[in-house]
């Protein structure tokens, strides 16, 4: 089914593009109670999800986001192909587990906070190449179990710079299928990994700006497409800060795609939340495209979508190193059907 | 170009078979003393490779061994339409680094020392679903970044049970191709993630054999294949105390394999080289597949290959939580054409 459409550029086409059946957020408190709540599937209001550590409430935001994307699709685990999942800590455990408890053919992303869009492109390959008629896949992050990874316990109450963002607590799952009713994914552009020398992780914003904004730059020129074929584009997690030098970066490029440019991490949280620069993690874009992207494009208010998943591809053993900080964006053409 | 395989089972069939166009392999000291030393593209005979930190070291590692294999095909980055590779650090960074360097479209892949494995597997469906002419992957692992990750700094000197493996200090790569001279990947079984309650991260070996073993089996149900159809099998770090217990585990379900059973943890190092339960690592399946295996297909000595590449799937923090330990195989035909 899949043909080679491939043209020398970062960007693939589905001859038959994979369909959204179904999808599921589960989230945590303060993303429930932000802008997008009635979006989200569930809401937890507690950070402990019912659970004895965060760790374990991250896999289980992760796991009750699966399922009920199976359940809203009238399916169970014995029906899908392939699981492709990951996440934001360390050997990416919450994906681990929560495929040791589906069972489903696993396979393990890490994209950093691009992974919901790396699974989905990598998703829709199986599915127009052949090899899957049903593929779930899903990302999860969790706001303590990130900061006291990747930067300091909460409970030392460290002072965050006003370019920090705020992990998402939260989980979101889709499950992509050969055919079907739902929006469909058209396109994929693979991001190239860049390096501006950024080496501040308070400031992803401005890592994956540059990666973004080649990603976008690349897509418009693999398909030759005006940016306003698109109703909206919208990156994963840039916040305040890394939108504006995403948008100027383009600007530099000839592209000014602002009168419909917009970011998951800006949209889930209020001005009035406290979060600084905005959402950030594998959860964000996950929860936002999961609940209100897809409610924006079943309710007909967009049509054409063009969003970039984003990461900060650093550890805090190559940032204590001294390590400059890449970043990546990945591409996903997402249409009503 | 690729067709509707799939049958219900985990297992993909290729139509046209992807090439192994090219392998490389890099290695440290005592990979290089071992009886495959010859077997490897290059030896650094520093555990540093020239570098300031055994981070940086792997790195190089992976940077190298992605080069050679380019060299080896004549082929330059730009010839590359993905790049697909993972290693064991926190958050991949030998592999985001690599990518960083050589600027070809990445997916970051985790699958602990399963990762070289389901790097082929998805770059095999890449090309064969249409989407890619070539693909480069690519995994790392490095004794010294492992130990003082997973374990304790080796500067401590802490007495290592005689389950424990050593982690292989090597890279390997491969490009595959739609077309070109070289063995060929015909089918992949993309594993399910066991868990049969271990939880002793110096006895992964334990952890992994339940998940090689119902890999191995679903492959033979899957393809209505005898095990002798394959000249060897082979699981990827199962070490010698694993691959007992795999042999045992496929007896128990009627399924002697052990006349032509191997585990590349077991050939890379002798048993004069203390390192107790054998290799370990992304690197020992990644380094002894892309050296002495695609050697031996080459030199007409073996066939039909079926190789596992076994991970054991947790994290320091899983563990010291008191999560038990899920480990996951994934299994490629190889054939000589």
């Known amino acids: 089914m899949g043909v080679f459409k491939k043209n020398g550029s970062q960007t693939v086409w589905f001859e038959n593009p994979p369909v959204i059946i179904s999808t599921a957020s589960v989230v945590g408190p303060q993303e429930g109670e932000g802008p997008l709540g009635k979006t989200f599937d569930k809401v937890f209001y507690d950070t402990y999800c019912d659970e004895e550590t965060w760790e374990k409430a991250e896999q289980r935001l992760m796991l009750e986001a699966m399922k009920k994307a199976l359940q809203k699709a009238n399916l169970q685990e014995k029906d899908i192909d392939f699981m492709l999942a990951g996440d934001l800590l360390n050997q990416i455990v919450s994906a681990n587990f929560t495929a040791s408890a589906l069972s489903i053919p696993f396979l393990g992303l890490y994209g950093a906070c691009s992974t919901m869009y790396e699974g989905m492109a990598l998703g829709a390959m199986l599915i127009d190449g052949g090899f899957a008629a049903r593929v779930l896949v899903g990302a999860s992050s969790h706001y303590s179990t990130a900061e006291r990874q990747f930067r300091f316990p909460t409970e030392l109450g460290v002072q965050r710079p006003m370019t920090a963002q705020w992990t998402v607590t939260g989980a979101g799952a889709v499950v992509l299928a050969e055919k079907g009713s739902g929006p469909v994914i058209t396109h994929a552009t693979i991001g190239r990994v860049i390096d501006m020398g950024q080496a501040d992780p308070q400031d992803m914003g401005a890592v994956m ?28 997690d840039l916040g305040t800060y890394g939108k504006k030098l995403a948008d100027h970066l383009l600007r530099q490029q000839g592209y000014d795609i602002s ?55 650093h550890s805090p053993c190559s940032v204590q190193q001294g390590s400059t900080i890449p970043g990546i964006g990945h591409a996903l053409v997402i249409e009503a059907r």
Do not use: M, N
């Open 209 to 236: 700006a540059p990666a973004a904004a080649d990603t976008i730059v690349r897509h418009l020129q693999d398909t030759g497409r005006a940016y306003d074929y698109y109703d909206l584009i919208y990156t994963g």
């Open 259 to 313: 009168d419909r440019f917009t970011d998951c991490g800006i949209l889930i949280y209020s001005g009035a939340q406290d979060v600084h620069a905005g959402g950030s993690g594998c959860g964000c874009s996950a929860v936002v495209t999961c609940g209100y992207l897809i409610e924006k494009l079943k309710d007909g208010s967009y049509k054409r979508l063009l969003g970039i998943g984003t990461g900060s591809l």
